[in-house]
Structures are given as C-alpha cells and as structure tokens.
C-alpha cells in the first residue's frame, strides 16, 4: 500500500442501517470533498454540513449528506479527514465510494486508518491494537479493558520502568564513553538492585497475562459428572434459560451441548457433557468419549456430585480421574435431604473448591459462580484497576524484556565489563519498547547529554 494516496473506506458496519459513514483520509481529502459534497453552509472544522453529494461526472444526486472535516494533524489518523454521512443503504455507499475511487481516491486496506494514525503519531502500537479488542468485545467489562489500554494507560504505566532502564544505561555508557569528565556514577551494586526492582515489576505484568487472557478471549467451562445428577439443569440454571432437555431418566444428555454467556462481564462457553459411566450402547459411548475430550480442552470443570444419593463408585473414579485439573466440585440438590456427612464432602472435595447448591430452585447459583471467579481469577476476582496485559505479544516481549535484563543484572554483580552489560540492556529497553512501537535512541542521547554542563 502507498500511504501517501488518499484513501476511502465505510467505517460503520455493512449491511442496511439508518446512518453509514463513509471515511476518507490523505493529503487530497478536502479537494475530493470540494467536489463531491455541495453546500449552501461554509463548511467549519469539526462542525457537522448539511448538503448534497453530487456525482462530477454526471451531476447525478447520491444522496443528502451531512459531512465533517478534521484538518491535520488534529483527526485520527493525522491527516485531513473527511466523514460522510449518509442514510444506510449498501447501494448508496457504494455509489459514494465508486464517485471517491473515480475522482482520485482508492479503497483502504484492512486496518490502514488506524496504522496511518500509528505512523503519524497519533497513537502508539499498543493503543492500535486496542482499537481492535475494543470493537471485537462481547461485553462490557471487556470494552471498558480495552478502553483503558486505546488511551494509552500501557505505555503510562510502563514508562516510569523505562525511563529507570535508560537512567542504568546512561550511567553506564557515560563510564564508557566519558571517563575524563568525572560525571557522577553509580556503583554496580546500586544499578543491579535497580534492575531487581524492574525485573519484579516486569514479573507482576507477565503474571496478570493468565487473567488479561481470560478477559479477552473469555473461557471454557465443562460441567461433567455421572448421569442424572443434575448437569443439564446446573448448565440451565447458569444460564438462566432451557437451553439443555432435563428428564430424570439417566443418559438423556448422548452429546455435549454448549452455549455463551458471561460471568460479571468474562464470555464464558459452557458446555453441558454427556454423564461419564460405563457406557451401555455405541451411541452413549461416542458420548462419554466425547466428553473426555471436552474435559481436556477446559480452563475449568464443574464436577457435579448428588448429595441426595449415597456417594457411588461412579463418583470416586471420577473424582480421581479429575486429579491434577482446575475443577470445582458441585454438590447439587440442595433442595432435597442431604444424605452425605460434612466429612465425607470434605473428604471428596479434597483440595478443590467445593460449592453447594440446588439447579432446581437455583439455591447458591450466584455463590457458585462466585466461586467459578475466584478459581480463575483469585479471592479478589477479576480486577479493575492497573495495568493488566492482555496481548500475547506484550508478554512475550516483557518476558524476553525481563530475562535480558536479568542476564544484565548478572553481569554487573559478576563483574563483567559495561559493555556487556549494555548489550543486555539495550535489548531489554528494545523489547518493552517493541509493545508500543518506540524507538529510543533520542531518549538515550538526550539523558546522556543532559548530564554535561553547558559549556561542553
């Protein structure tokens, strides 16, 4: 793509709505606007039109249209910016578009408003790629994350560890480079501590990757257990609706079912699963074995237990094929006499978390969901507040950040020359400057000579 053309493209969602807007971003946005778009009214930045677009080539009406301009570099992508408004029909975008591309304008790529805003310095790296989770979320919670993170509060809250990073490194090169001026330097010790406290921070951004990745893309919950023990109706009663067949014949569930919903704002897929026994036909067995497999590929399992029964061999198998997993244990029926003792539903707990609740009546669904929170999340649920990675890519570059500046750390308290230790320095300043796009070689030679008095 050749970023100096200008450049067309409809910014609302295609299909038939009651307002489309049609953007057009580059240096020859005004003149195709000029004309296109008739008015009685002198057009104003940022001040809404009302008008006529007009085909030049024939003088044919497209439509009557409200149009908004944004000068450089104050619009979004950093250049002249040119919004039509029109009313919603796919056949009169079309036409505005094709009199656009006519007149000099080409169709945007994929995502080349937002790079362009990148590129022109409207936003960082890590801000354009929460353009996209902000748009892509399901809920809520999800937008109001991705919000915080398309404002900028990443880069924010990154750059107090950055600009410690540079301070190590202007120490250093200033020891290599400037001996003869005396500059104030500090000792090894003093700059490994430094990089300690950086590293710890670095540590607290990667862990929060295992929540940030749960709130973006949302998880998978199997509800497993032998049959007739309430599966169909706990999967119903979270979802607040008769999604799965509920009979009390054992075995009605031969398939897992499963369906979205969200837990305080996190998309969660539940999956109903067929109940786990030996299988008595063909049929159930494709059943249980998929079912095995729907286990596997959980983040979590709700393991449903009837409380109302003698506890049976089918639940102990169970419980111990379960071992090792992050699972919740449901004792449902709730509603009904309770005929297993405190001990043994402590005893078959075991170190996971235990619930109790009835699907019928829906007794304790909400501490049950609870409960499902904390496991995935902590006591203290999922978090509002600070910084919280959510991106792959960021982790993978505060790991790599966080070991280069570990190997630094190393050699400084080894003894090593500062040229070594500068090498690991310098990738690890690269590397958290890789999650929003940044360069830092101004900010280095910046600190560096800031240091000298002014005469030098």
């Known amino acids: 793509m050749d970023l100096r053309d200008t450049i067309c493209a409809l910014s609302t969602a295609p299909g038939r709505s009651g307002i ?30 009302l008008g006529l677009s007009l085909d030049p080539r024939s003088g044919a ?27 919603g029909s796919p056949v009169l975008v079309s036409a505005l578009l094709d009199c656009l591309c006519a007149q000099g304008a080409r169709l945007a790529e994929p995502g080349e408003f937002t790079m362009r805003a990148f590129l022109n310095g409207r936003m960082d790296l890590s801000q354009a790629e929460a353009v996209r989770d902000v748009i892509e979320a399901t809920t ?50 003093q700059l490994a501590g430094k990089l300690e406290k950086v590293q710890k921070e670095l540590s607290v951004w990667i862990d929060s990757y ?12 199997a509800i ?21 067949i509920v009979t009390e014949i054992p075995g009605t569930t031969r398939d897992w079912v499963s369906e979205f919903t969200n837990l305080e704002g996190i998309p969660v897929r539940l999956v109903d699963t067929a109940g786990l026994r030996t299988p008595e036909d063909r049929v159930e067995q494709l059943g249980v074995d998929r079912s095995m497999r729907v286990m596997a590929d959980a983040d979590a399992i709700l393991l449903v237990v009837d409380t109302s029964q003698p506890p049976s061999a089918e639940d102990e198998e169970l419980r111990e094929r379960l071992e090792g997993l992050s699972c919740i244990v449901v ?64 982790c993978q570059c505060l790991e790599a950040a966080q070991k280069a500046l570990s190997r630094a750390a190393t050699a400084l308290r080894q003894g090593l020359s500062e040229e070594f230790v500068l090498v690991d320095l310098h990738a690890g300043l690269n590397k958290l400057g890789a999650i929003t796009g940044e360069t830092s070689v101004e900010d ?12 030098k």
């Not at 809520?140 to 991705?146: D, I, T």
């Not at 280095?444 to 005469?455: D, N, Q, V």
Request: with cysteine; aromatic share 6%.
């Open 140 to 189: 809520l919670f999800q937008a109001q994350v991705a919000s915080r993170q398309r404002s900028g509060e990443i880069a924010r809250q990154m750059q107090p560890v950055k600009d410690l990073v540079v301070d190590i490194i202007v120490n250093l090169e200033s020891a290599v480079e400037f001996v003869e001026e005396n500059l104030p330097l500090e000792s090894r010790e």
């Open 61 to 87: 009406e497209i439509d009557e249209t409200i149009v908004t301009c944004f000068p450089a570099p104050n619009s979004y992508t950093g250049e002249d910016v040119a919004e039509f408004s029109l009313h």
């Open 224 to 244: 497993v257990g032998r049959p007739n023990v309430g599966k169909s109706s706990l999967f119903n009663a979270l979802l607040a609706q008769d999604r799965s």
């Open 331 to 394: 004792m449902n029926k709730s509603d009904l006499p309770v005929v297993w003792p405190p001990e043994r539903k402590e005893c078959y707990a075991g170190g996971h978390s235990a619930v109790e609740v009835s699907a019928l009546t829906g007794t304790n669904i909400d501490g049950l969901k609870k409960a499902i929170l904390s496991r995935l999340f902590g006591e203290a649920g999922p978090q509002r507040d600070g910084i919280l990675v959510t991106n792959l890519r960021h």
């Open 20 to 49: 489309a807007v049609v953007r057009v971003s580059g240096p020859e946005s005004f003149e195709l606007l000029a004309r296109i778009f008739h008015s009685q009214k002198s057009m104003d930045p940022r001040r809404a039109t």
């Open 444 to 455: 280095l030679l910046g600190e560096i000579f800031s240091r000298f008095c002014i005469g």
């Open 210 to 221: 295992r929540r940030g990745r749960i709130i973006r893309d949302g998880f998978s919950l």
